[in-house]
């Protein structure tokens, strides 16, 4: 490991609503270049779920030589169920040629953009007037 190299995450846009079709987009960046390609290793969490809530998640992203980032991008999916906001978090996790830097994790949030439908019903529908 080159402890001088380190690896941080960072997200734009940090929020989309989940209809909009807007990716959100992750760069790792290395505090120095590689001569070869470096493989930064990834976890995932937050409250929101891959395959479900949205798509192209990875768990590992390789930075091209001599290159100091790359990026990746999840696309919220829509639908149509009333959800408080989720989120996609992704956080450096430790691997070969670099060490977790700062910061360390990016957190997205996925803004819920569907709301209850009210309806009022009267019972009986009709009275006699005295």
């Known amino acids: 490991i080159n402890p001088s190299r380190t690896a941080s995450i960072s997200i734009s846009p940090s929020s989309t609503n989940e209809d909009s079709g807007t990716a959100l987009v ?31 998640a990875v768990s590992s992203l390789v930075v091209p030589a001599n290159a100091s980032s790359a990026s990746f991008s999840i696309t919220p999916g829509a639908d149509t169920t009333v959800e408080p906001d989720e989120t996609a978090i992704f956080s450096i996790a430790s691997g070969t040629d670099y060490s977790v830097g700062s910061p360390s994790s990016a957190t997205a949030t996925i803004v819920n953009d569907d709301f209850p439908v009210a309806s009022i019903t009267v019972s009986p529908a009709g009275v006699n007037e005295d």
């Open 26 to 56: 992750y760069t790792v960046t290395l505090s120095q270049t590689n001569s070869s390609p470096t493989t930064v290793n990834l976890t995932r969490s937050g409250t929101a779920t891959s395959g479900t809530d949205y798509t192209g």
